[in-house]
């Protein structure tokens, strides 16, 4: 069963997933385009980008992915999102 926390990391990383290109090493900083600067390095501090895929394109679907995975010694560690 899912927490109230669950849900709400799920929605951070859900509009997180807006910014486009984004970089592990650079999280933080590309983040904070888009959400406040507190919870820009909560992400960064537990969050990696396993990969983004942008489906543009002459049959473009508008379907894009970001998957995450939760850094290691954190709550999140190991989890996929």
């Known amino acids: 069963m899912k927490t109230i926390n ?12 807006y910014v486009d290109g984004l970089r592990s090493s650079t ?4 983040l904070k ?18 990969t983004q895929e942008s489906n543009s394109g002459i049959f473009d679907s508008g379907f894009d992915v970001t998957v995450w ?4 010694e954190t ?3 190991g989890k996929n999102r």
């Open 33 to 50: 385009k888009r959400m406040t600067p507190d919870l820009a390095k909560y992400i960064a501090n537990n969050f990696t980008v396993v």
């Open 69 to 72: 995975r939760g850094n290691t």
């Open 6 to 17: 669950d849900v709400y990391i799920n929605a951070l990383l859900a509009d997180a997933s």
């Open 75 to 77: 709550d999140y560690a």
């Open 27 to 30: 999280l933080e900083d590309q």
